[in-house]
């Protein structure tokens, strides 16, 4: 086994798939909510129109919101999991640390210091992209419920909040988007086609060029250490009814951000008019 | 009606009054030489005079059926029409008399008798005529109203005075002022409305003739129906015509960026993108006169119906949204652009990502170009990237 072909297992078929599901409803987001947002450019009105209007492109919008939603739902429960039953190390918090890889990362790059940042299991990069991406969704969730359910906002908050949340869900969107095409784009795509996310493999090489503080860790065993079967079982029986609750809460807040009200009359009746013959002198 | 033309300035009386002896002298003159007339059609046809010589007479009428048809014609009103002032003769239009007795009338009621003349007006009228007949009267008439409006309804031939300007063609403001009236003959309930709201008020006091009459929202003689999808879904449009342009609005102090702030909005990014795509496909999106009333548009600061008014507005809010509360109605910018003093929260929003979005875009996009020119100093150094 040389460095090419030795290969480490980055994210297991569950991860993958569910990366696979946010970018897929991200990306339907962005395409059926980037035209709503520039709705006078005649590139919009082509993507609005080619798929069927206004009406079925917010319904596009909406169902991959919710996608979106459930698959934030699914994060959040895995994560639950990971941290309490199987105590994995919370690589993705930021630390100080990160801040320092990226200074120095930035500092090598213009020539300042001589040596690239050895990093971890996730580099500063990727943590920055997953935070952003954590905060977008908050954003986007919050902001996208005041637009949604108008009503059952303006029965707490100021009726300004609607529009500000359109204004915020559309600034977010664009940073969002762009972000993606930047950031995302450039670090797993341009820079190097990292295939981790397709394959769920990294090389040895690959490893040890992005994550060597990982690389050692496993090498030296610490990587991930699981707790012994009866642990996990004591740990199960606790989080999966915690689980369970969380679950349909979080599931009944879905289910509130689609149903809690209706919005509009989907017909409205025709303003009332007075006849409309009605001559003022008998006819000649 | 007197009440009015005793409130009119004196001076325009006696304009009329020389305009009118003018044509009178104009119309003497084509009398003398009936031959050179351009409407004459025969040589030997009788002359107005020889037919008024009966019919200025008062009261007279002829019996149909149990109606009887009033066929007096003043000849003072007949002079001030815009056919006496062309020379045009009664028999052009009237072609089935000649001479007394008038052949037999047939028809036994008053308004039959003037459907008789249908096809009359279409002899001068081409363009007119061809127009109305795609409008909604005729639509109507066709499916068997006989009330329909046609031609001689809105244009009495025996009264009509010159309605457009003799070398611009267009119509005179004296003309649009009286335009409603005609209207109102037959839809006065209509009127009625019109005359309340801002528009119709500032018509019918003040002869002010920015406003618009019956005929620029409706159209004249291809008047549309109103109560289409098309129709409604293309409002925004048709009221920004005026509303959009600052020569009008400027003398009001009113806004011309109410299309573009309707447009911006939820509903309006809507209603604009459905005309583009279903101009006849229903939206329950509002349009102008949704909120604004139609016929009765008020002045937004009305007390009684003023969509400035937050509880005017809620009312029009719950037409489509039955459960909208006091904040709700909030949630439309009322067509400000956001600013500190209106709605500053979407503005430091708005102020804030436009900050934020370069701050960050900017921020990733330096330190990719870093990345890019390491890696290319270290590939022509023949070194590996870190």
Same mark, same amino acid.
């Given at each position: 086994?040389?460095?090419?072909?030795?290969?480490?297992?980055? =994210?297991?078929?569950?991860? &993958?798939?569910?990366?696979?599901?946010?970018? #897929?409803?991200?990306?339907?987001?962005?395409?059926?909510?980037?035209?709503?947002? =520039?709705?006078?450019?005649?590139?919009?009105?082509?993507?609005?129109?080619?798929?069927?209007?206004?009406?079925?492109? &917010? /319904?596009?919008?909406?169902?991959?919101?919710?996608?979106?939603?459930?698959?934030?739902?699914?994060?959040?429960?895995?994560?639950?999991?990971?941290?309490?039953?199987? &105590?994995?190390?919370?690589?993705?918090?930021?630390?100080?640390?990160?801040?320092?890889?990226?200074?120095?990362? #930035?500092?090598?790059?213009?020539?300042?210091?001589?040596?690239?940042?050895?990093?971890?299991?996730?580099?500063?990069?990727?943590?920055?992209?997953?935070?952003? =991406?954590?905060?977008? /969704?908050?954003?986007?969730?919050?902001?996208?419920?005041?637009?949604?359910?108008?009503?059952?906002?303006?029965?707490?908050?100021?009726?300004? =909040?609607?529009?500000?949340?359109?204004?915020?869900?559309?600034?977010?969107?664009?940073?969002?988007? #762009?972000?993606?095409?930047?950031?995302?784009?450039?670090?797993?795509?341009?820079?190097?086609?990292?295939?981790?996310?397709?394959?769920?493999?990294?090389?040895?090489?690959?490893?040890?060029?992005?994550?060597?503080?990982?690389?050692?860790?496993?090498?030296?065993?610490?990587?991930?250490?699981?707790?012994?079967?009866?642990?996990?079982?004591?740990?199960?029986?606790?989080?999966?009814?915690?689980?369970?609750?969380?679950?349909?809460?979080? #599931?009944?807040?879905?289910?509130?951000?689609?149903?809690?009200?209706?919005?509009?009359?989907?017909?409205?009746?025709?303003? /009332?008019?007075?006849?409309?013959?009605?001559?003022?002198?008998?006819?000649? | 009606?007197?009440?009015?033309?005793?409130?009119?300035?004196?001076?325009?009386?006696?304009?009329?009054?020389?305009?009118?002896?003018?044509?009178?002298?104009?119309?003497?003159?084509?009398?003398?030489?009936?031959? *050179?007339?351009?409407?004459?059609?025969?040589?030997?046809?009788?002359?107005?005079?020889?037919?008024?010589?009966?019919?200025?007479?008062?009261?007279?009428?002829?019996?149909?059926?149990?109606?009887?048809?009033?066929?007096?014609?003043?000849?003072?009103?007949?002079?001030?029409?815009?056919?006496?002032?062309?020379?045009?003769?009664?028999?052009?239009?009237?072609?089935?008399?000649?001479?007394?007795?008038?052949?037999?009338?047939? !028809?036994?009621?008053?308004?039959?008798?003037?459907?008789?003349?249908?096809?009359?007006?279409?002899?001068?009228?081409?363009?007119?005529?061809?127009?109305?007949?795609?409008?909604?009267?005729?639509?109507?008439?066709?499916?068997?109203?006989?009330?329909?409006?046609?031609?001689?309804? %809105? $244009?009495?031939?025996?009264? *009509?005075?010159?309605?457009?300007?003799?070398?611009?063609?267009?119509?005179?403001?004296?003309?649009?002022?009286?335009?409603?009236?005609? %209207?109102?003959?037959?839809?006065?309930?209509?009127?009625?409305?019109?005359?309340?709201?801002?528009?119709?008020?500032?018509?019918?006091?003040?002869?002010?003739?920015?406003?618009?009459?019956?005929?620029?929202? $409706?159209? !004249?003689?291809?008047?549309?129906?109103?109560?289409?999808?098309?129709?409604?879904?293309?409002?925004?449009?048709?009221?920004?015509?005026?509303?959009?342009?600052?020569?009008?609005?400027?003398?009001?102090?009113?806004?011309?960026?109410?299309?573009?702030?309707?447009?911006?909005?939820?509903?309006?990014?809507?209603?604009?993108?459905?005309?583009?795509?279903?101009?006849?496909?229903?939206?329950?999106?509002?349009?102008?006169?949704?909120?604004?009333?139609?016929?009765?548009?008020?002045?937004?600061?009305?007390?009684?119906?003023?969509?400035?008014?937050?509880?005017?507005?809620?009312?029009? %809010?719950?037409?489509?949204?039955?459960?909208?509360?006091?904040?709700?109605?909030?949630?439309?910018?009322?067509?400000?652009?956001?600013?500190?003093?209106?709605?500053?929260?979407?503005?430091? !929003?708005?102020?804030?990502?436009?900050?934020?979005?370069?701050?960050?875009?900017?921020?990733?996009?330096?330190?990719?170009?870093?990345?890019?020119?390491?890696?290319?100093?270290?590939?022509?150094?023949?070194?590996?990237?870190?």
């Amino acid at each position: 086994m040389n460095r090419v072909t030795q290969t480490y297992l980055r =994210f297991p078929i569950a991860r &993958r798939i569910e990366h696979w599901v946010m970018m #897929l409803s991200f990306t339907t987001l962005g395409l059926t909510g980037i035209p709503q947002k =520039f709705s006078a450019s005649n590139i919009s009105i082509s993507v609005i129109n080619a798929l069927g209007g206004i009406e079925v492109l &917010r /319904t596009i919008h909406h169902t991959a919101a919710i996608v979106m939603m459930l698959g934030s739902v699914w994060h959040l429960l895995v994560m639950g999991y990971s941290t309490f039953v199987l &105590r994995d190390k919370m690589s993705m918090l930021p630390t100080f640390q990160d801040a320092k890889d990226g200074t120095q990362a #930035l500092l090598y790059n213009i020539g300042f210091v001589k040596t690239y940042p050895q990093m971890g299991r996730y580099t500063f990069e990727e943590k920055m992209e997953y935070w952003a =991406f954590v905060w977008g /969704t908050a954003v986007m969730s919050i902001t996208g419920f005041l637009m949604w359910n108008p009503i059952t906002s303006t029965k707490y908050l100021p009726g300004e =909040f609607v529009p500000a949340a359109k204004a915020a869900h559309g600034g977010e969107a664009v940073l969002a988007v #762009l972000a993606i095409i930047i950031w995302h784009m450039y670090g797993v795509h341009i820079k190097r086609f990292n295939k981790a996310m397709f394959t769920g493999k990294q090389t040895e090489a690959e490893m040890l060029h992005e994550h060597p503080l990982e690389l050692a860790d496993i090498k030296a065993g610490i990587a991930d250490r699981r707790p012994d079967a009866t642990t996990i079982r004591k740990r199960q029986m606790i989080y999966y009814p915690v689980a369970a609750i969380l679950t349909v809460a979080m #599931l009944g807040g879905i289910y509130g951000f689609i149903n809690s009200e209706q919005t509009a009359l989907t017909t409205i009746t025709p303003l /009332t008019e007075t006849q409309i013959f009605d001559p003022q002198t008998p006819q000649p | 009606m007197r009440q009015r033309i005793q409130t009119r300035p004196p001076q325009i009386w006696t304009v009329v009054l020389l305009l009118g002896l003018g044509l009178l002298i104009f119309a003497l003159a084509f009398f003398a030489s009936p031959a *050179q007339a351009a409407h004459s059609y025969q040589e030997d046809q009788p002359s107005n005079d020889f037919c008024l010589a009966c019919h200025q007479e008062e009261g007279i009428d002829k019996k149909l059926g149990s109606e009887s048809l009033p066929v007096t014609i003043n000849p003072t009103q007949f002079g001030f029409s815009v056919h006496a002032e062309e020379g045009i003769n009664c028999v052009d239009c009237h072609t089935d008399i000649s001479d007394y007795p008038h052949p037999d009338v047939k !028809v036994k009621n008053t308004r039959d008798f003037t459907l008789t003349f249908l096809e009359t007006c279409k002899d001068c009228h081409e363009e007119q005529y061809s127009k109305a007949h795609d409008s909604v009267h005729q639509i109507a008439f066709d499916a068997g109203n006989k009330n329909a409006a046609v031609c001689m309804d %809105c $244009h009495n031939p025996h009264t *009509q005075k010159r309605l457009t300007g003799k070398t611009s063609g267009e119509l005179t403001s004296s003309a649009r002022v009286e335009i409603p009236e005609t %209207c109102a003959q037959c839809h006065s309930g209509i009127y009625d409305q019109y005359k309340t709201s801002v528009h119709g008020n500032a018509l019918t006091e003040e002869n002010n003739t920015d406003v618009p009459t019956c005929i620029d929202c $409706h159209g !004249v003689h291809n008047i549309q129906d109103p109560t289409t999808v098309t129709f409604r879904n293309s409002t925004p449009f048709l009221c920004a015509t005026c509303h959009t342009d600052a020569t009008i609005m400027d003398k009001y102090g009113i806004s011309t960026n109410v299309l573009n702030s309707y447009v911006a909005d939820f509903h309006g990014t809507t209603v604009k993108l459905f005309e583009e795509q279903f101009p006849g496909q229903p939206t329950n999106k509002p349009v102008c006169t949704d909120c604004h009333g139609v016929h009765n548009i008020a002045k937004v600061n009305n007390e009684q119906t003023g969509v400035a008014l937050k509880e005017n507005l809620l009312i029009k %809010c719950q037409r489509c949204h039955p459960d909208a509360t006091a904040n709700f109605s909030a949630a439309w910018m009322s067509h400000y652009e956001p600013s500190p003093e209106h709605y500053p929260i979407v503005y430091y !929003v708005n102020l804030f990502y436009k900050f934020f979005i370069p701050a960050v875009l900017g921020g990733m996009i330096f330190f990719i170009i870093t990345d890019i020119y390491r890696r290319i100093v270290n590939r022509m150094k023949g070194a590996k990237h870190a």
